[in-house]
Nanobody, 125 residues
Framework: QVQLVESGGGLVQAGGPLRLSCAAS????????MGWFRQTPAKEREFGAA????????YYADSVKGRFTISRENAKNTVYLQMNSLKPEDTAVYYC??????????????????WGQGTQVTVSS
């Protein structure tokens, strides 16, 4: 059973940084592509960033490109999301997701097989 546990969320001022972590267990982590999504009560869960299983390919939503960086440490079974220059509109619950098979895309919720429980990020203005 694949388990994903996010951490690192919290309250931060606009313009500040925050780093999220997602620890995976119950799987051969290096064989999974990983993604970060976010959701607010008013919106559908939306794609933020993804990284290929080798870490060579990274993909970002336009809304976070240039501010967020996704990375992974396969030896620690962990994927990170470094968020800089945070804005109040980045406030959301952030979810980590694991993708086990080829789908041709990285940005759809249905591309992913496993999800974490989420961690709240709140950016104050």
């Amino acid at each position: 059973q694949v388990q994903l546990v996010e951490s690192g969320g919290g309250l931060v001022q606009a313009g500040g940084p925050l780093r999220l972590s997602c620890a995976a267990s119950g799987c051969t982590f290096s064989r999974y592509a990983m993604g970060w999504f976010r959701q607010t009560p008013a919106k559908e869960r939306e794609f933020g960033a993804a990284i290929g299983w080798r870490g060579a390919g990274t993909y970002y939503a336009d809304s976070v490109k240039g501010r967020f960086t996704i990375s992974r440490e396969n030896a620690k079974n962990t994927v990170y999301l470094q968020m800089n220059s945070l804005k109040p509109e980045d406030t959301a619950v952030y979810y980590c997701a694991a993708k086990s098979h080829y789908t041709g895309t990285y940005y759809r919720r249905t591309d992913y097989d496993y999800w974490g429980q989420g961690t709240q990020v709140t950016v104050s203005s």
